[in-house]
């Protein structure tokens, strides 16, 4: 029974490959937009064809845009390692691992999180970690256990999943009065 | 023109046994097949050991526990004992739909093959260790009605036993309380039931040939229990459930059979296994579990009660399932033929709301049906029949 893990280096390029994508998005998105202004405007003194330069400012700034915001949310959990995986959101990022390393089918596992909280977000006041099989509709037949080991750390026991699948693992952050669910999909054979 | 003649027959029959082999093609295996199949063995694992029963796997507390299993003095008729259901020559049930003990219960008695690599016990998943389960029908009224002063009264009063007990336990049974002599039997009845762990099968045969690519042997398989192979593990969606070595991912599921009580009333299922897995004294989170490392408790602590539980019932394991007919917690199909046609024409309105959504009715073809039949089938072994290894004439303990 093996899980679908990615090594750390495709996270990084698939993490790469999303910025890369958002950021060509954006770009185009300003490029047509500014569409009228550019016709109008005087041609570029840098020569070239005309929208160029334009579409390259378009791009820097939102480049410069994207960077600042992942900037004001990036914070970096205390576990890493190759069998280590990450959830983000706006707020928070939850590294997590299992042990077993490989998740067995039909017998109980164990999670390890190390929960951050981006720079100017609330503290976080409590976590649950449950998980779900989306296409079934159905949950595990057991509620983990949570126990804190300090540090943004944590320890849950108790998990099975029971059949092969796709599974759902969800960490739930309580912080500031308002609840956020990390998932993380993981296909078990 | 005799010498055309038989030329001609000649090139014809030449010509048969690839036609007969266009006409039923063995079926091709994907990728997704190939790794279900081979993660049903292999077979047989390393025998079970239990870490909440400090005797489990012992030879003296298998020797005793198979003496246990066949004493009626154990029953409070003294007419009965463990093998009343759990019949050697019956591939340890009874074939009844439902047990009979003193009086009929209201479930089918489970065949006790491999029982050792289960998590939970019984249809309800009522107990959380063999040797927990084992106790309860010593002491159900309805089976062998004994009470745990009884039990520990023949034990302490048979000086054979008493050895043996001490043999095995490291004390008399006469220096133990009643509860805990109770708890003992249990324990040694459980190292013995470890023990009944199936043969071989044609379908390890082939799933070993397959993993080593070995065509020839892979051919002896007959086709048609490889094309019911295929759908068990494709259309039928059977090994989502039935996983693993064992086919059964030893949890529980609802499936649309009916759990009206024949004398009135509903059988609740796991909802009320949880419930009183809970309440019992014997579970894994009292005393009497020897498990220092706090693994073994660890369902018990974290299972949860759910709306969705009540109904479910143990998903069996399909090693010899071809022989242990009647079928579901209460016997209510006879033959493998009727548990197909179940899962054929399921009727979804039983089925739970909030219950698992991979239920369908599978519409098989009579054809597909009879393939699906012959791989289960070919689920079951050709051990040799159950030969005791002790004798009331076996040499006194001291």
Redesign the interface.
Same mark, same amino acid.
């Given at each position: 029974?093996r899980i679908g893990r990615q090594s750390a280096e495709d996270r990084s390029q698939n993490e790469r490959t999303r910025v890369h994508s958002v950021f060509w998005f954006l770009s185009s998105v300003l490029w047509f937009a500014t569409f009228p202004f550019r016709r109008f405007a005087p041609p570029s003194p840098y020569g070239g064809r005309p929208g160029y330069a334009h579409r390259a400012s378009c791009a820097a700034v939102t480049l410069i845009a994207i960077v600042a915001a992942d900037a004001a949310h990036a914070c970096v959990p205390s576990l890493q390692g190759d069998t280590v995986r990450v959830m983000r959101s706006a707020a928070h990022a939850v590294a997590w691992r299992s042990e077993p390393a490989v998740i067995p &089918?039909?017998a109980?596992f164990t999670v390890e999180l190390a929960v951050c909280v981006a720079d100017g977000r609330v503290a976080v006041e409590s976590v649950v970690v449950d998980a779900e099989m989306p296409?079934?509709?159905?949950g595990?037949?057991?509620?983990?256990?949570l126990s804190s080991l300090g540090g943004g750390r944590y320890r849950a026991?108790?998990l &099975?999943f029971?059949?092969?699948?796709r599974w759902r693992l969800i960490v739930e952050v309580r912080a500031g009065g308002s609840v956020e669910r990390l998932t993380d999909d993981l296909m078990v054979? | 023109m005799r010498r055309g003649f038989i030329m001609a027959v000649a090139a014809a029959m030449s010509c048969l046994p690839p036609v007969l082999s266009v006409a039923q093609p063995p079926p091709e295996l994907s990728e997704a097949e190939r790794?279900?199949i081979l993660?049903h063995g292999p077979w047989p694992p390393p025998s079970p050991r239990d870490p909440s029963n400090r005797v489990s796997g012992q030879r003296a507390a298998i020797d005793l526990g198979e003496r246990l299993f066949f004493d009626r003095r154990l029953s409070g008729g003294g007419n009965m004992a463990c093998d009343w259901c759990h019949t050697p020559s019956l591939d340890w049930t009874d074939g009844f739909a439902r047990g009979v003990g003193k009086e009929a219960v209201d479930r089918n008695t489970i065949a006790l093959w491999n029982v050792g690599f289960q998590r939970w016990f019984a249809w309800d998943g009522g107990h959380d260790s063999l040797w927990s389960q084992s106790v309860r029908p010593m002491l159900d009224p309805r089976e062998m009605s004994m009470t745990p002063a009884r039990v520990a009264e023949r034990v302490r009063t048979d000086g054979d036993l008493a050895c043996r007990y001490e043999r095995v336990f490291g004390q008399p049974p006469a220096f133990m309380d009643d509860d805990t002599v109770l708890v003992a039997t249990g324990k040694a009845l459980a190292a013995f039931q470890e023990t009944l762990v199936s043969g071989r099968t044609p379908f390890d045969e082939f799933r070993d040939a397959l993993a080593r690519a070995d065509n020839g042997a892979m051919a002896r398989y007959p086709e048609a229990a490889r094309r019911g192979l295929k759908i068990f593990v494709g259309k039928g969606n059977c090994?989502?459930?039935h996983?693993?070595p064992l086919f059964s991912?030893?949890?529980?599921a609802d499936i649309g059979v009916p759990f009206f009580r024949p004398g009135g009333g509903v059988d609740p299922g796991r909802h009320d296994g949880i419930r009183r897995v809970r309440a019992n004294g014997h579970n894994l989170l009292g005393r009497h579990n020897d498990d220092e490392s706090g693994?073994a408790e660890?369902?018990t602590?974290?299972?949860?009660l759910?709306h969705?539980n009540f109904g479910e019932f143990k998903v069996p394991s399909l090693r010899n399932v071809g022989r242990t007919a009647p079928y579901m917690h209460n016997g209510s199909l006879a033959t493998l033929r009727d548990v197909v046609r179940h899962y054929s024409e399921l009727n979804e309105d039983r089925l739970h709301a909030?219950?698992?959504?991979?239920l369908k009715p599978l519409r098989l073809s009579p054809g597909e049906a009879d393939d699906l039949i012959a791989f289960l089938s070919s689920l079951s072994d050709a051990g040799a029949p159950f030969r005791r290894r002790t004798s009331p004439a076996d040499p006194a303990c001291r």
């Open positions: 029974m &089918l039909g109980h296409e079934h509709r159905h595990m037949n057991y509620r983990p256990g026991e108790g &099975l029971h059949m092969p699948g054979e | 790794r279900r993660s090994s989502t459930c996983v693993g991912n030893l949890e529980f693994r660890v369902g602590r974290r299972v949860e759910l969705r909030d219950g698992e959504r991979i």
